[in-house]
């Protein structure tokens, strides 16, 4: 302890411990804050993944759903979900970067373009549910769609435009002025610039931005639900005209059983199989995004 | 005199003459605008499907009923009675309980990332943080339903006091999942709170947490309040967590232990089960949406107002 | 560049001091006697609201180096890139006059700027590959405008044009971006090369390199001239004296901004300036 002599002292003392005191418990009380929603998911999950253990095996993944909890499996709402999840990309991504690439690169600077950006941004704020809506009213019954996974990937294309548009932006924003200068002072156009240099040097942010958004969609249930997607589905899809049903879906209609039937153990497991598949194509896109980042 | 051997007329007529060489160019840019177009497209589509149909509610049950607030909401069974104000009360329900957990949790986590974590700490538990909104919404319902309610809930307070489908629970995992977004915004708006405050702060001799308290905090004050009314446009939004734990009986109750159903409960409701288009109960699914839309619309407006004013404060 | 072949430089300025007639503004803005590739005729430019180039005028000689000098934010580059019409992509900017290009006016309606990019080249201030191959760097301008010979020996030519020819041919394929910082900017004086300008615009060339790699280009500007016109911005008044035949000193004060000064051969600038602003600017009193 240092004394300089006259009596002066740098520990702290009185008032002023007690306030180091307040702030030094203060760092645990907020860390345990931070950790606290982690902590609960983890032990819901650990929950989970024991119910679920029981009934996940083969057969669970390629059983049609039944009234018997036992014999009810998965099969076609994995197969439901990546037709629709495929045809949702195959909508939403050429859209979203176009839309993306027309906003930075070639759309004139004045009030009709900031009030598309204004546009998509509060469209990135609308409840699923009301996509759910627009679906059922635009494409099953106004197009006459039907209930089908034509009629849910447009749904579900609509609702991660947003996203997917957000981010291609602020990847596209990314790439340095230099080289858009470069490439015009060469004579070449502004698409020529944008086709192999800008698209190019942007696209591992664009990539990670549509990953994020197609695990969106994969967890959606609401909208489809909406657009009639909750049909007891027994069979492989193998058209995009067919009626379909979602792993969400399903662990919802199975939620919603009476206890006693015994399906807890098979939401449980649907939703393990369901959270491998997000938690993978979360992976991808942070995998993409770091990968590019030392670049 | 420019330089010889120039032919300056052919010059011209060259330096003007690019728009025939590149046809394509002309393609793409039209395509492109489509896409944006489709954008603004949908957004009308919306309006016009919800208040289109909301006009058609009106011509049958009167707009004093819909926004009476002491009517109740009894649609798909008589007698009918379509006010509103249960299934808003049961939207404000959620939305307090959920952000009477979230509000703290969120706040305190977006503080301590903020000015209490080394950048390593940070580094590993920001992430961490992100993939509780990676988790699909009918996996927190679950949660809700079976964890929450069954095995705690109801164990703890009695089945009779804890009804199978309430607030509380749904609360519970409304406020798991919308803590990243209160964590997250504020902490961006606490990171733009110039350094040389802190600084100042540390120097008179203030103590980390009258720092982050006194100084950060209110400085950040916008980014923080913004991040709230973003929180709660999602919560309102929120439908597979109410609807599956919250229940499906409209109640004018702010008891977190009650059953209620939410706007967004009854939606789902009404997509379930057959009514027929046309009728009074088929057209309640879009009056209750337009409302619905106009809430979260309102909030996220107001949000995205007060960031754009915080950012003016700083340039 | 050799002793010799300095004084033999000087002494031709020297010689063309009587050529540089009184023109335009008055006895301080010369014209060059050579023939004219590019002429600036009472270009005037705002930011908005903000006024950044004052009615200017020069004419610039075929295939010979002309300095713009002058203090930061006298509009110089400014000035330069109105000639390639560069600063189209900025949208706050206003542009009114002329640039008469071998007596086509690059700011005509119904011009295509990419047109005038082709025959206009740019080199920038920071080196600025592309994040491809050296090959694919040099090839890129001569792909996009449709060259129809063969690009392997287009991009040898124009490796040695910009003198780098000699470092980099065993591995055309790596990246760009691994070079020095004087060789990137070699790339792209080879890049724009390539793509068979007239004239050559270099904003700063050097400034971001050291002396060894900044009296490599400045050779290659001097070899340069022997084909293209160059222009070059330079805030190095050294600099323009070693490489340039003809400088024009520009300045923005409280009266009005961008305005040209005085334009002569740039033995005559350095040496016997006309205006006391420049020979304050060239006597270190400011900037």
Same mark, same amino acid.
């Given at each position: 302890?240092?004394?300089?002599?006259?009596?002066?002292? !740098?520990?702290?003392?009185?008032? *002023?411990?007690?306030?180091?005191?307040?702030?030094?418990?203060?760092?645990?009380? /907020?860390?345990?804050?931070?950790?606290?929603?982690?902590? !609960?998911?983890?032990?819901?999950?650990?929950?989970?993944?024991?119910?679920?253990?029981?009934?996940?095996?083969?057969?669970? !993944?390629?059983?049609?759903?039944?009234?018997?909890?036992?014999?009810?499996?998965?099969?076609?709402?994995?197969?439901?979900?990546?037709?629709?999840?495929?045809?949702?990309?195959?909508?939403?991504?050429?859209?979203?970067?176009?839309?993306?690439?027309?906003?930075?690169?070639?759309?004139?600077?004045?009030?009709?373009?900031?009030?598309?950006? /204004?546009?998509?941004?509060?469209?990135?704020?609308?409840?699923?549910?009301?996509?759910?809506?627009? $679906?059922?009213?635009?494409? *099953?019954?106004?197009? $006459?769609?039907?209930?089908?996974? /034509?009629?849910?990937?447009?749904?579900?294309?609509?609702?991660?435009?947003?996203?997917?548009?957000?981010?291609?932006?602020?990847?596209?924003?990314?790439?340095?002025?230099?080289?858009?200068?470069?490439?015009?002072?060469?004579?070449?156009? =502004?698409?020529?610039? *944008?086709?192999?240099?800008?698209?190019?040097?942007?696209?591992?942010?664009?990539?990670?931005?549509? *990953?994020?958004?197609?695990?969106?969609?994969?967890?959606?249930?609401?909208?489809?639900?909406?657009?009639?997607?909750?049909?007891?589905?027994?069979?492989?899809?193998?058209?995009?005209?067919?009626?379909?049903?979602?792993?969400?879906?399903?662990?919802?209609?199975?939620?919603?059983?009476?206890?006693?039937?015994?399906?807890?153990?098979?939401?449980?497991?649907?939703?393990?199989?369901?959270?491998?598949?997000?938690?993978? /194509?979360?992976?991808?896109?942070?995998?993409?995004?770091? =990968?590019? =980042?030392?670049? | 005199?420019?330089?010889?051997?120039?032919?300056?007329?052919?010059?011209?007529?060259?330096?003007?003459?690019?728009?025939?060489?590149?046809?394509?160019?002309?393609?793409?840019?039209?395509?492109?605008?489509?896409?944006?177009?489709?954008?603004?497209?949908?957004?009308?589509?919306?309006?016009?499907?919800?208040?289109?149909?909301?006009?058609?509610?009106?011509?049958?049950?009167?707009?004093?009923?819909?926004?009476?607030?002491?009517?109740?909401?009894?649609?798909?069974?008589?007698?009918?009675?379509?006010?509103?104000?249960?299934?808003?009360?049961?939207?404000?329900?959620?939305?307090?309980?959920?952000?009477?957990?979230?509000?703290?949790?969120?706040?305190?986590?977006?503080?301590?990332?903020?000015?209490?974590?080394?950048?390593?700490?940070?580094?590993?538990?920001?992430?961490?943080?992100?993939?509780?909104?990676?988790?699909?919404?009918?996996?927190?319902?679950?949660? #809700?339903?079976?964890?929450?309610?069954?095995?705690?809930?109801?164990?703890?307070?009695?089945?009779?006091?804890?009804?199978?489908?309430?607030?509380?629970?749904?609360?519970?995992?409304?406020?798991?999942?919308?803590?990243?977004?209160?964590?997250?915004?504020?902490?961006?708006?606490?990171?733009?709170?110039?350094?040389?405050?802190?600084?100042?702060?540390?120097?008179?001799?203030?103590?980390?947490?009258?720092?982050?308290?006194?100084?950060?905090?209110?400085?950040?004050?916008?980014?923080?309040?913004?991040?709230?009314?973003?929180?709660?446009?999602?919560?309102?939004?929120?439908?597979?967590?109410?609807?599956?734990?919250?229940?499906?009986?409209?109640?004018?109750?702010?008891?977190?232990?009650?059953?209620?159903?939410?706007?967004?409960?009854?939606?789902?409701?009404?997509?379930?089960?057959?009514?027929?288009?046309?009728?009074?109960?088929?057209?309640?699914?879009?009056?209750?949406?337009?409302?619905?839309?106009?809430?979260?619309? #309102?909030?996220?407006?107001?949000?995205?107002?007060?960031?754009?004013?915080?950012?003016?404060?700083?340039? | 560049?050799?002793?010799?072949?300095?004084?033999?430089?000087?002494?031709?300025?020297?010689?063309?001091?009587?050529?540089?007639?009184?023109?335009?503004?008055?006895?301080? +803005?010369?014209?060059?006697?050579?023939?004219?590739?590019?002429?600036?005729?009472?270009?005037?430019?705002?930011?908005? &609201?903000?006024?950044? @180039?004052?009615?200017?005028?020069?004419?610039?000689?075929?295939?010979?180096?002309?300095?713009?000098?002058?203090?930061?934010?006298?509009?110089?580059?400014?000035? @330069?890139?109105?000639?390639?019409?560069?600063?189209? @992509?900025?949208?706050?900017?206003?542009?009114?006059?002329?640039?008469?290009?071998?007596?086509?006016?690059?700011?005509?309606?119904?011009?295509?700027?990419?047109?005038?990019?082709?025959?206009?080249?740019?080199?920038? &201030?920071?080196?600025?590959?592309?994040?491809?191959? +050296?090959?694919?760097?040099?090839?890129?301008?001569?792909?996009?405008?449709?060259?129809?010979?063969?690009?392997?020996?287009?991009?040898?030519?124009?490796?040695?044009?910009?003198?780098?020819?000699?470092?980099?041919?065993?591995?055309?394929?790596?990246?760009?971006?691994?070079?020095?910082?004087?060789?990137? &900017?070699?790339?792209? +004086?080879?890049?724009?090369?390539?793509?068979?300008?007239?004239?050559? @615009?270099?904003?700063?060339?050097?400034?971001?390199?050291?002396?060894?790699?900044?009296?490599?280009?400045?050779?290659?500007?001097?070899?340069?001239?022997?084909?293209?016109?160059?222009?070059?911005?330079?805030?190095?008044?050294?600099?323009?004296?070693?490489?340039?035949?003809?400088?024009?000193?520009?300045?923005?004060?409280?009266?009005?901004?961008?305005?040209?000064?005085?334009?002569?051969?740039?033995?005559?600038?350095?040496?016997?300036?006309?205006?006391?602003?420049?020979?304050?600017?060239?006597?270190?009193?400011?900037?």
């Amino acid at each position: 302890m240092t004394d300089f002599g006259a009596g002066v002292r !740098l520990r702290a003392a009185g008032a *002023v411990a007690r306030r180091q005191a307040f702030s030094r418990i203060s760092y645990w009380i /907020l860390l345990l804050a931070t950790v606290l929603p982690l902590g !609960l998911l983890l032990y819901l999950g650990y929950d989970t993944i024991s119910e679920g253990w029981s009934r996940m095996d083969w057969d669970f !993944l390629t059983s049609y759903p039944s009234r018997k909890a036992e014999q009810a499996g998965i099969r076609s709402s994995i197969l439901g979900l990546v037709w629709v999840l495929g045809l949702t990309i195959a909508i939403a991504i050429p859209i979203g970067i176009g839309t993306a690439i027309w906003l930075e690169e070639f759309a004139p600077k004045n009030r009709l373009t900031a009030l598309v950006k /204004l546009n998509i941004s509060n469209l990135a704020g609308v409840p699923s549910i009301i996509y759910g809506i627009l $679906g059922l009213t635009v494409f *099953v019954r106004g197009a $006459g769609f039907g209930p089908t996974i /034509l009629s849910g990937a447009l749904v579900l294309a609509l609702m991660i435009l947003p996203m997917i548009v957000i981010t291609s932006q602020e990847a596209l924003r990314q790439v340095p002025p230099s080289i858009r200068e470069g490439s015009l002072a060469l004579g070449a156009t =502004r698409w020529q610039t *944008v086709w192999f240099h800008i698209l190019p040097g942007a696209m591992p942010g664009i990539m990670t931005g549509t *990953v994020f958004a197609i695990s969106r969609a994969a967890g959606e249930t609401a909208a489809l639900i909406m657009i009639g997607a909750s049909a007891f589905v027994a069979y492989d899809n193998t058209s995009v005209f067919e009626d379909f049903t979602t792993i969400p879906i399903q662990i919802y209609n199975w939620t919603l059983r009476p206890t006693g039937q015994g399906f807890q153990p098979n939401a449980s497991a649907a939703i393990v199989a369901l959270m491998i598949g997000v938690i993978a /194509l979360n992976a991808v896109a942070v995998v993409i995004r770091e =990968r590019f =980042r030392r670049d | 005199m420019t330089v010889r051997g120039t032919d300056t007329e052919k010059l011209r007529a060259e330096l003007k003459g690019r728009r025939f060489k590149h046809p394509g160019e002309f393609v793409i840019i039209f395509v492109l605008t489509a896409c944006a177009a489709a954008t603004v497209l949908t957004t009308a589509a919306i309006i016009f499907t919800l208040f289109g149909e909301t006009f058609t509610f009106f011509k049958d049950v009167s707009i004093f009923t819909f926004f009476d607030p002491r009517g109740e909401w009894q649609a798909l069974i008589d007698p009918r009675d379509y006010a509103v104000i249960e299934l808003v009360a049961g939207t404000a329900n959620v939305v307090f309980w959920s952000m009477v957990f979230a509000l703290p949790l969120g706040l305190g986590a977006a503080i301590w990332l903020s000015e209490y974590a080394s950048s390593r700490s940070r580094r590993i538990v920001k992430p961490m943080l992100e993939v509780l909104t990676g988790v699909p919404t009918v996996v927190y319902a679950f949660f #809700a339903l079976t964890f929450v309610t069954q095995d705690v809930l109801r164990p703890l307070l009695g089945a009779e006091t804890v009804p199978i489908f309430n607030s509380l629970a749904a609360s519970l995992l409304l406020a798991v999942m919308i803590i990243p977004t209160i964590a997250s915004i504020s902490e961006d708006a606490m990171a733009n709170v110039p350094q040389g405050l802190r600084e100042a702060a540390y120097g008179l001799g203030a103590t980390r947490l009258e720092v982050a308290s006194k100084v950060i905090f209110p400085a950040a004050l916008s980014g923080i309040i913004a991040s709230v009314l973003l929180a709660v446009a999602r919560v309102i939004g929120e439908t597979m967590i109410v609807a599956v734990a919250a229940g499906s009986t409209p109640n004018l109750s702010l008891w977190p232990l009650d059953t209620v159903q939410t706007m967004t409960g009854y939606m789902l409701q009404v997509g379930l089960g057959d009514a027929a288009r046309g009728t009074p109960d088929y057209d309640s699914l879009f009056a209750v949406g337009s409302t619905l839309f106009v809430m979260t619309f #309102a909030l996220n407006v107001a949000a995205g107002m007060i960031v754009s004013r915080f950012r003016e404060e700083y340039e | 560049m050799t002793q010799s072949a300095i004084e033999s430089r000087e002494e031709a300025a020297l010689s063309s001091t009587a050529a540089m007639h009184a023109a335009g503004e008055g006895p301080s +803005i010369g014209k060059p006697e050579e023939e004219i590739c590019v002429s600036i005729d009472d270009i005037s430019l705002w930011y908005g &609201q903000k006024q950044a @180039l004052t009615h200017v005028s020069m004419e610039i000689a075929v295939n010979k180096v002309t300095a713009l000098i002058g203090p930061s934010g006298c509009g110089k580059s400014t000035l @330069l890139r109105c000639i390639n019409r560069m600063n189209d @992509l900025i949208p706050s900017a206003r542009t009114e006059g002329a640039v008469h290009y071998r007596g086509a006016n690059v700011y005509e309606s119904g011009v295509d700027p990419v047109e005038v990019r082709r025959r206009i080249g740019m080199v920038f &201030q920071k080196p600025n590959p592309f994040p491809k191959s +050296i090959y694919d760097n040099v090839a890129f301008g001569a792909k996009v405008n449709g060259y129809k010979g063969n690009f392997d020996e287009l991009v040898e030519r124009s490796l040695k044009r910009a003198a780098l020819w000699d470092e980099v041919k065993d591995d055309l394929n790596s990246s760009g971006l691994a070079l020095s910082g004087g060789q990137q &900017q070699r790339l792209c +004086i080879a890049r724009a090369v390539a793509n068979n300008p007239d004239v050559i @615009l270099m904003d700063e060339p050097c400034s971001a390199l050291d002396p060894i790699a900044t009296l490599k280009i400045e050779d290659l500007m001097r070899e340069l001239a022997d084909e293209y016109t160059i222009i070059i911005v330079t805030h190095n008044m050294q600099q323009a004296a070693r490489v340039s035949d003809y400088t024009a000193f520009m300045l923005t004060d409280e009266e009005s901004s961008g305005k040209l000064i005085e334009y002569a051969s740039t033995s005559l600038i350095f040496t016997q300036p006309r205006e006391q602003r420049t020979e304050d600017y060239i006597r270190g009193r400011f900037g």
